[in-house]
């Protein structure tokens, strides 16, 4: 029903900023939350932020609230995750994901997921 494309990743160094790119298509909901995950190898997949479409409040996980932003452009329908001062633990796939109505979870219960793309990043 939907379909949800992340671009953005790629090689870079400790220090450095990457903006991560989540395009939605297909049916949209009434109301919707977006959000990013990620896993970096042999670890479960990990909540970073998330944002309800319509208003725009966003919510953070702990670990990256400072360094990452989320926000949305809704003539483009994309979500975007803005990524400063990265550091090599930031190295995993990064997951965009979407779920119908106003509730934010951190778990993995959303409704559609992307493909992912990988962040690398080197000391």
């Known amino acids: 029903q939907v379909q949800l494309v992340e671009s953005g990743g790629g090689l870079v160094q400790a220090g450095d900023s990457l903006r991560l790119s989540c395009t939605a298509s297909g049916r949209t909901f009434s109301s919707y939350v977006m959000a990013w995950f990620r896993q970096a190898p042999g670890k479960e997949r990990e909540f970073l932020a998330a944002?309800?479409?319509?208003?725009?409040?966003?919510y953070y996980a702990s670990s990256v609230k400072g360094r990452f932003t989320i926000s949305r452009d809704n003539g483009k329908n994309t979500v975007y995750l803005q990524m400063n001062s990265l550091k090599p633990e930031d190295t995993a796939v990064y997951y965009c994901?979407?779920?119908?109505?106003?509730?934010?979870?951190?778990?993995?219960?959303?409704?559609?997921w992307g493909q992912g793309t990988q962040v690398t990043v080197s000391s």
């Open positions: 994901a979407a779920r119908e109505g106003l509730i934010i979870s951190t778990r993995l219960d959303y409704n559609y």
């Open positions: 944002i309800r479409w319509s208003v725009g409040s966003t």
